[in-house]
């Protein structure tokens, strides 16, 4: 099979920079002449700076800076490879078997492209795919559609403000739903109470399932009005840390040596100086 590749000397060149990166971990993760701080490092350790550069990525791609884009891509990548370099010392699998695998699944899945499937739409595209995942599975279509199997899917591989919006939404589309926006509410604050209500008693694990409740509660009623979540919780965090930073110009000293009193008053003052730019 063919496959359209870049020009010989654009394609040497991208061989040679992911050459040079793998050396460059391999080298991080020397037990002679490495870094003590990524030798101490395991897949599990590593997990929060995925997450992390996950993000940074998408906040890169929503500012639309191409040079920031680029970065956090390298900083994505390079937890790929470190990933793969720690998973090769220990004998588990290599960056080679984990690009050969992607490029198998690509191939397998995209029969109409690699293959002699014919298909005419974006919808037979996702029909087929599906079709497919299943079988990779050892699942019929029929098990692999299970609304159970496709929220779990959502709950295990998604954070979880996003998990809860996928979640909610296709348990709407089966049928899960309040017959109007009064229902969500009253739902809220009968979730509201027993959150409430746990606060009183000592059990750390039941007050985390009403906050949980809570939340989940709190989606819907964004869901029920078009809103995103995701996007809502980010912008209060950029606008606290503006206030926050605006705060720090106008103190003399620490903020950790102001009284509550004195913070209000700083706060409000920034806040209203950003409300006015």
């Known amino acids: 099979m063919n496959y359209r590749n870049p020009s010989s000397t654009a394609y040497n060149s991208i061989l040679n920079s992911l050459q040079t990166l793998i050396a460059v971990v391999a080298q991080l993760r020397d037990p002679e002449a490495g870094c003590p701080w990524d030798l101490e490092q395991t897949p599990q350790t590593l997990v929060p700076y995925i997450i992390e550069e996950a993000y940074e990525v998408v906040d890169a791609i929503a500012t639309g800076d191409q040079n920031a884009i680029a970065e956090e891509l390298g900083d994505l990548l ?91 939404k296709k348990a709407a589309k089966a049928g899960f739903e309040w017959e109007n926006a009064e229902g969500v509410w009253d739902k809220f604050r009968e979730e509201l109470g027993e959150f409430q209500e746990a606060l009183t008693t000592e059990d750390k694990e039941h007050q985390e399932a009403e906050l949980g409740d809570l939340l989940f509660t709190i989606i819907n009623i964004a869901r029920w009005y078009d809103l995103d979540p995701f996007a809502g919780l980010q912008g209060t965090n950029s606008r606290f840390i503006q206030r926050l930073a605006m705060m720090e110009d106008f103190a003399e000293g620490s903020l950790s040596d102001y009284t509550i009193d004195e913070l209000e008053t700083l706060w409000q003052k920034a806040k209203s100086k950003l409300n006015k730019q």
């Not at 699944?105 to 974006?122: A, C, E, M, T």
């Open 78 to 168: 390079l937890q790929v490879v470190l990933q793969s370099q720690i998973a090769g010392e220990a004998g588990d699998f290599t960056l080679e078997e984990v690009a050969v695998s992607i490029t198998k699944k690509l191939i397998r899945r995209h029969p109409h492209v690699f293959g002699d499937v014919q298909i005419n739409s974006s919808e037979e595209v996702n029909q087929n795919w599906e079709k497919i995942k299943a079988e990779e599975k050892g699942q019929s279509l029929a098990e692999a559609q299970l609304l159970s199997n496709k929220l779990r899917r959502y709950a295990r591989s998604l954070p979880p403000l996003m998990a809860g919006m996928k979640i909610s």
